[in-house]
């Protein structure tokens, strides 16, 4: 138990590059990944582990920044976290679905042969035959109240089809709620003042970006947006596309799941060094 | 809500440069080949298999070690090999042991290579929007393949993964205790998750796949129309 946990922390090291990849534990690691099947299994639920630690923000400062110097260079490791962030949304997703599909709880049968062998239940059967004729005498005033009611009840829903066609059409003519959030490089403010502020008045359903780089190296990029605690709360890659003198990187978030607080967008893979867009969402 | 814009300097990241290894002295010729494919396996379909799982085994083995070149860092030690191999096919009785000697060879002379010089921005190509086709069949195969899970699996991991904050804590920890505490749950979530996306690739190709050839035949058949 205790050497497979060892085994654990070493292959979590290697794969996280906090190994010198030329010693001789590096060698030996390697070649137990190629030759031992167990090993190269543990191997990969340790690599799964650390993508999902990632994700939920629960690695250390330090393990986090060996995941994006070292961890995530390969692509293949890029479309690996993309497929678990998607995978862990769409889990989320599906969950909220069920929840609201969910029917009513379904209260405890009673055993009715139960009922009827106490005096209480006779006393209620009593009371029943009593409410029944009752009923039988108000039944015909009921029908013509019911009657009048679905009257009235279509009344109503001719009218509510009509208000709602007509929010419709109103709202088919107002624009998309798209916050705009431009970034003019690290280190640069825009204006005089720093940091400078945009208002939005209702909440955005997307987020409209634009980042302007320098010293691109390659046109596709890696986006990932963190919380501060470090959280990943979003992550694509998007196209670099040449203007003038630097790239201009244009990508939409949606605004679901980005709450108030610190974030940043950090670009990687096309860059020489990783570059880092912080700002602040604060509450509606 | 108010967006409030300030910049600041992030931590140096490696850049994700693509080099290829130094190219092989010579093409490997199919004699050579043939011969390597005949030293892994006497019988053909064996062989070629073998070969995919060797294959398959090296690019894993580049892609821990943090390589931006799996692929092609794969393709050159097995090359490498068969060339050896092709030579002398008695000097070298276990395939997988030898390969490990080159690669790590390869992946040495791949460290130490000079990283690629910026490129011009005028080489780029116009922007990319953005492959919602590919969106939509990974959300279809996702969900076809949660779907298929056995109920205890599905469940498990749909509330395993559901939750944030104080609720996650509190949902996992009364999901560990009926699988054995918290480690046992991680490592079974972990497994479904893995098991989640085995196939997954494949499957979004084929999904791809189909809409391209129904985009085809929707093209075809307008230019039938004007034509």
């Known amino acids: 138990m205790a050497a497979k946990q060892s085994d654990e922390t070493a292959i979590r090291e290697y794969l996280l590059g906090n190994i010198d990849p030329e010693s001789d534990l590096a ?99 009593i009371l029943l035959m009593i409410a029944a004729g009752y009923l039988v005498n108000s039944r015909r005033v009921l029908q013509s109240e019911v009657a009048q009611k679905t009257r009235e009840l279509e009344l109503v829903r001719e009218q509510a089809t009509t208000a709602e066609a007509k929010s419709q059409s109103a709202l088919a003519g107002l624009p998309q709620p798209v916050a705009n959030l431009n970034f003019y490089g690290q280190g640069v403010a825009r204006g005089n003042g720093s940091p400078s502020t945009q208002q939005i008045v209702t ?22 947006l963190q919380s501060a605690a470090g959280k990943m709360v979003w992550f694509s890659q998007a196209q670099a596309s040449p203007s003038g003198r630097y790239s201009v990187l244009v990508f939409n978030v949606p605004v679901d799941g980005i709450a108030p607080g610190d974030h940043e967008f950090k670009v990687s893979q096309c860059t020489s060094s990783e570059q880092a867009f912080p700002f602040h969402v604060s509450s509606p | 809500m108010g967006t409030i814009l300030n910049y600041g300097n992030g931590c140096n990241i490696v850049a994700a440069m693509t080099p290829k290894p130094a190219p092989s002295k010579s093409p490997l010729t199919a004699e050579e080949f043939g011969r390597f494919l005949r030293w892994l396996s006497p019988d053909d379909d064996k062989a070629a298999n073998r070969y995919l799982e060797i ?97 205890r699996e599905r469940h498990l991991i749909i509330q395993y993964f559901s939750f944030q904050g104080r609720e996650k804590i509190v949902v996992r920890k009364r999901l560990a205790e009926g699988h054995g505490g918290l480690g046992n749950l991680r490592t079974k979530a972990c497994r479904i998750r893995m098991r989640l996306n085995d196939g997954l690739d494949e499957c979004i190709e ?13 093209a075809a058949h307008g230019s039938e129309a004007i034509g």
Request: charged residues 35%.
């Open chain 1, 203 to 224: 909440r955005p359903r997307t987020l409209h970006v634009e980042l302007l780089l320098g010293g691109i190296t390659q046109p596709r990029c890696q986006v990932l």
């Open chain 2, 206 to 218: 084929q999904c791809m796949n189909r809409r391209q050839s129904k985009r085809n035949e929707v």
């Open chain 1, 27 to 125: 060698e030996s690691l390697d070649e137990r990944m190629l030759m031992d099947r167990d090993f190269s299994a543990l191997a990969d639920r340790v690599e799964e582990e650390i993508i999902q630690d990632y994700l939920e923000g629960e690695l250390e400062p330090s393990q986090r920044a060996a995941m994006e110097r070292h961890f995530l260079r390969p692509p293949e490791r890029q479309k690996k976290l993309r497929r678990a962030y998607l995978l862990n949304r769409y889990l989320a997703a599906r969950d909220a679905e069920q929840e609201q599909l969910k029917p009513a709880p379904v209260l405890p049968r009673r055993n009715p042969f139960a009922l009827w062998t106490s005096y209480a239940g006779w006393a209620a059967a």
């Open chain 2, 55 to 151: 294959r398959t085994e090296m690019v894993k083995k580049f892609i821990r070690k943090g390589s931006t070149n799996a692929e092609d860092l794969a393709d050159e030690t097995l090359d490498r090999v068969a060339r050896k191999v092709a030579q002398e096919p008695d000097k070298y009785l276990n395939p997988m042991a030898y390969c490990h000697g080159v690669a790590r060879n390869v992946w040495l002379e791949d460290i130490r290579k000079p990283p690629l010089e910026e490129l011009a921005p005028e080489k780029f190509n116009a922007p990319q929007q953005e492959d919602w086709n590919l969106k939509e069949c990974e959300e279809e195969c996702m969900k076809e393949r949660v779907d298929n899970l056995p109920e």
